[in-house]
């Protein structure tokens, strides 16, 4: 764990007056003159780039918050160069504090663990690695081996939180929704900008990261999405040692993917691994619209393993995040105009998605799509990578006053770091390519018949509550027709119904009889 500060630690009262102190000083009219309304989250950069631009204010900062201050310093200063991936950054905050973490010594491991797991571990495991395989912010994961085989798996990883400091944690937290609470009392400006409903979020964005048990329900899921898929390994939850503080899954050997001698070593294929990478990636976000929210070097792995091998192993599955199916088919037809060059389409596509003005003229949106994708259609195919030009997709339409969502930016963020690992172990690999084959697949199921009993399969439950009521319906149309327009109209609309009635019998008898034939057709053809 971090060392402690020097001299005696701040009496809480005294340390959340003083933070108070800070916030109203830096923050109360500098929040509204600041924070653009769209981007809220601006007013924290605002505020620590004020409050370390002071002498002395990052060690005050940090003397306050031990535990958050090296955590807000590192996420403040990625957030300044690009605020639409809040997400996405807080998760580069944690990795970069996570390295500098000092793990628990060997001999606390098993108390701590024993704590973790909330029962003691004689007869649990056989045997367990002191040394933590990976250690992270306030969490660390070490290799062991069961005494008991579960699912077919002795040997495990099993991560841990580190109790007291994320107790620390919540206890900082604690103090920011305080201050937030007493600036929102003080200021007009902070009640207008909603600074406790932004503590609050930010406490519940640092917390979810320790929530094992739902990263391991993140971990089981993405293995249902790949189920029998042999591009990937996802390694088997083991529930029996899975809580709110534990996450133990089956133990895959592995590489870093950037051990590039090590993989060779091992005859991986690269230029195949490379393809892989960004396939599945597309895949995740925008297939199943479930990812990770950082796909960098430090998340992916390879298989080693004889029955594995040469296989991705995806890690930190704290760092997830999800489209919904409007975003998602946004995406997937946007992207599919814009290497088609159908500028006129993806800009009707922006429209009714509501990422501009309904105003905005359609010639205006697509002449600034132009300009900035056609230099990546005219570069060499070696230099043009399709995370650049989805980057346009998504944020031509900002010279208009719109924006997209955060969540899809963390989706073109978390594609373009996956194409850059991809050249890093291949650089012959054509991302360009293996991006638009996908998503022209996907594209294509969700148009062909698939995606039509997909939809149809989806409005099943709404007709299944609607058809039982469409005679009574139609009673009540009947007679508000005999009241409006008599018996003739009523006559004339009852012989309609009764041809369109043995139309629709005819029709079904045809349907049976045909259905019958190529029935019989079949099974003589059989033999």
Known sequence: MRAASPGLPMPPLFRRL?????????????????????????????LVKRVHATEGGRNSLHSMLPALGPLATTFIQTLATRPELATGTLHDAFDAIGRLET???????????????????????????????????AEQTHLAR???????????AIKFVRAAQVQQIGDELAL????????????????????RALAQSFTDDVLRRFDLRAEAANLSQTGHHFDGDKRLAV?????????????????????AATDLPGLLEHRVKLAPLATHLVEVVTEQAFQHGFFHATFDAGHVRVSIEPDTLGRIV??????????SSHEREFFVHGATALFDQDYARLADLHRDAGHVDASTRTEVLEAELRRRSEAHFAAEPADRTAGALFHHLL????????????????????????????????????????????????????????????????ELPHLAHMLPRVPQLAVRYLQRQHDAGGARQHAHLMRELGVEYRRTRILLWACAVCGGLLGAGAVLLAR
């Not at 995806?314 to 489209?323: G, K």
């Not at 955060?406 to 293996?434: C, I, K, Y």
């Open 18 to 46: 003083l933070l108070l102190f800070h916030a109203l000083r830096f923050g109360a009219r500098l929040f509204w003159l600041a924070a653009p309304r769209e981007h809220k989250l601006h007013w924290m950069i605002t």
């Open 146 to 156: 069961l005494a008991v085989p579960v699912n077919g798996h002795r040997d495990i």
């Open 314 to 323: 995806l890690a930190e599955f704290a760092a997830m995040s999800s489209l």
């Open 395 to 458: 944020h031509a339409v900002q010279p208009f006053e719109g924006a997209v969502s955060p969540r899809l930016a963390t989706a073109q963020r978390s594609f373009e770091q996956a194409e850059m690992l991809a050249r890093a172990l291949h650089p012959g690999v054509d991302t360009w390519n293996v991006a638009r084959s996908v998503l022209a697949g996907i594209a294509q199921r969700d148009v062909d018949h698939r995606g039509w009993i997909k939809r149809i399969g989806q």
């Open 235 to 255: 390694p088997d939850v083991i529930w029996e040692l899975c809580g709110t503080h534990t996450l133990a899954v089956q133990h895959i050997e592995t590489l």
């Open 103 to 137: 793990p628990l010594p060997p001999e606390q491991v098993e108390a701590a663990l024993a704590s973790a797991l909330g029962r003691p571990l004689t007869g649990l495991f056989a045997q367990i690695d002191r040394v933590p395989a990976r250690s992270g912010f």
């Open 176 to 195: 920011l929704r305080w201050v937030a609470r007493w600036l929102e009392k003080f200021s007009g400006s902070a009640r207008r900008l909603q600074v």
